[in-house]
C-alpha cells in the first residue's frame, strides 16, 4: 500500500459514516478470534503447573499481567487520539480518547486488586507506596479525571481540547510506570518478559501469558471500537434532539 493510499484510507475514517459501517464488519470476526483466544489461553492458564515456589497463586499472573499492560497501552492509544484531536482535528480522534477512558480506568483497577490479591502472600503485603504500585495508583487516578472531566463540560469540542492536552501532559507518567523498576529499587520485581535479552520467563508460563495478553488486547479493541460506536451514536441523537427543540422554538 502506498503512502497516499494509506493517508486516504486513514481520512476516509474521519467519516463517522464509514466508520460505522466498518466496525459492523470487523466486530463480530474480532469479537470470535477474542473468544477463542481466551478458551485456549484459560485452558492453559488452568492446566499448566503450578509454580514451585508461588504454588498456584501464580495463575494470577494470566490476569494481572495483560491488564496492567492494558492499562498502559490504552493511555497511550488516547495519547494518540489527542495528538489528533489536536493537530489533525480528526472528527473520531476525541470521540476515540473519550471512548477509551473508562476501559483504561478499568484495566487498570483490575491490575491494581490483582496485584494486591498476588501481593499479599507473595511480599505478605496487600499494598507499599513504591514507585511502580504509586504510578499505576496515579493512572488510575488520571483516568477517573478525564472521565469527570468529559461529563463536567457541555461543549464537547471544549472538553475534547482541554482532555487532549492534559492526556499529553499526563502521558509523562508511562514511561515512568514501564521504567519504575529499573529507575529505583522497589519491592516489584523487574521486567521479566519485555526485555532487550528476551524473557526470562519459563516458556512453561510464558506462552499461556502471552496468549491471554494477545485474547486481552483484542477485548480492548471489540470494547473500544463498539464505545466509539455508542458515543457516534449518542452524539447523533444529541444532536437531533437540539434540532428538535430549535424547530419547536420557532414554531415550525
Not at 519504575?180 to 518478559?193: I, K, Y
Not at 532487550?196 to 471489540?222: H, K, N, R, S
Amino acid at each position: 500500500m502506498t503512502e497516499s493510499l494509506a493517508i486516504r484510507k486513514f481520512s476516509d475514517l474521519a467519516n463517522p459514516t464509514r466508520f460505522l459501517a466498518l466496525a459492523e464488519r470487523v466486530l463480530p470476526w474480532l469479537a470470535a478470534l477474542c473468544c477463542v483466544l481466551f478458551a485456549v489461553g484459560l485452558i492453559l492458564s488452568f492446566t499448566t503447573e503450578g509454580d514451585y515456589q508461588q504454588g498456584d497463586t501464580v495463575r494470577i499472573m494470566y490476569i494481572h499481567v495483560p491488564a496492567a499492560w492494558l492499562s498502559m497501552m490504552c493511555y497511550s492509544v488516547m495519547a494518540l487520539s489527542a495528538i489528533g484531536t489536536l493537530v489533525w482535528r480528526h472528527p473520531l480522534a476525541d470521540v476515540s480518547h473519550k471512548a477509551a477512558a473508562p476501559l483504561g480506568a478499568a484495566f487498570t483497577l483490575i491490575a491494581l486488586v490483582t496485584g494486591s490479591l498476588w501481593g499479599k502472600p507473595m511480599w505478605g503485603t496487600w499494598w507499599v507506596w513504591d514507585a511502580r504500585l504509586t504510578s499505576v495508583f496515579i493512572l488510575f487516578l488520571m483516568y477517573l479525571g478525564l472521565i469527570a472531566l468529559n461529563r463536567s463540560m457541555d461543549d464537547p469540542s471544549r472538553a475534547a481540547r482541554v482532555s487532549a492536552v492534559l492526556i499529553l501532559v499526563g502521558f509523562v507518567n508511562i514511561p515512568i510506570i514501564k521504567f519504575s523498576v529499573d529507575w529505583w529499587n522497589t519491592l516489584h520485581q523487574p521486567a521479566s518478559v519485555i526485555r532487550l535479552d528476551g524473557p526470562t520467563i519459563d516458556p512453561e508460563f510464558l506462552w499461556p501469558l502471552l496468549i491471554m495478553a494477545v485474547a486481552f488486547t483484542l477485548l480492548f479493541f471489540c470494547l473500544h471500537i463498539m464505545a466509539m460506536r455508542n458515543e457516534i451514536w449518542r452524539r447523533r441523537v444529541a444532536t437531533q434532539r437540539r434540532l428538535a427543540a430549535r424547530m419547536a422554538g420557532r414554531g415550525d
